[in-house]
């Protein structure tokens, strides 16, 4: 029996956000690393190694990866810093099911858990990712509190996500694209569109560039790198905390 999601009527309450998220990700789970591929045309690997090279070279980093998925970044983080330790921290277990049945990394552990209560101490962690994450919490100014919280001072948190312009026209465009797109592949995976069309719907109540920035910048977490990609539909960045 296939689960109704009624996606936009439970964007707007974090506790409902927190539940629609469990549900998609855990049906999406088994296909997740097929089609998310397909989703980007090819790129989505890319883009994750690209990131994970614009972070700053630490000999033993403590890494967070959030919305860790299937482990790509998490990963791409072992490799990169092979004596520090990852955890990564994804809400729906099917993801992490997935993710421990691919590690082959000592130094790498995963832990179901809300992003915005990751439970690490604070200013205990050197590198924050995220793979698709920020749109996906709850609430973003919960989940930039908690990045703040748990960064070091100096920390770098580095994030690949869809992307909201500031122009309404060139938003209403985007959200159009990815409705027809996603909701292409949401019926070819699961016979379900509005699966894949939650990457748009959930892009109306998301911030736009600027102000995520502006957002960011109120809890000392200063741009370094914003790098678009596909005229902006999506945007690598790297966020260093001050103080």
Not at 118 to 133: C, N, R
Request: aromatic residues 8%.
């Amino acid at each position: 029996m296939r689960t109704a999601f009624h996606v936009r009527d439970n964007l707007g309450a974090p506790d409902r956000k927190l539940r629609l998220t469990h549900d998609l990700f855990t049906v999406i789970a088994p296909t997740y690393d097929r089609i998310t591929p397909l989703l980007s045309f090819g790129r989505d690997r890319a883009w994750k190694q690209a990131l994970v090279r614009a972070l700053p070279d630490l000999p033993a980093p403590v890494c967070l990866d959030l919305a860790c998925g299937t482990g790509d970044l998490a990963f791409l983080l072992a490799r990169r810093y092979p004596a520090g330790r990852i955890l990564g921290l994804d809400l729906a277990e099917k993801m992490l099911e997935l993710a421990r049945q691919r590690n082959t990394c000592p130094h790498v552990t995963f832990a179901c858990g809300d992003m915005t209560r990751t439970g690490q101490a604070p200013a205990s962690v050197d590198l924050v990712t995220g793979g698709y994450a920020l749109r996906n919490a709850p609430a973003i100014t919960l989940v930039l509190d908690e990045i703040a919280r748990v960064l070091k001072p100096g920390g770098v948190a580095a994030f690949l996500d869809f992307s909201k312009p500031a122009s309404r026209p060139v938003q209403r465009l985007f959200h159009l694209l990815l409705t027809v797109w996603g909701g292409f592949w949401g019926w070819v995976a699961h016979r379900q569109p509005e699966i894949y069309t939650y990457i748009a719907d959930s892009l109306a109540v998301y911030p736009n560039r600027p102000a995520l920035h502006r957002l960011l910048a109120a809890r000392g977490l200063r741009v370094q790198l914003s790098r678009l990609h596909y005229a902006g539909m999506l945007e690598t960045l790297l966020v260093r905390k001050t103080g």
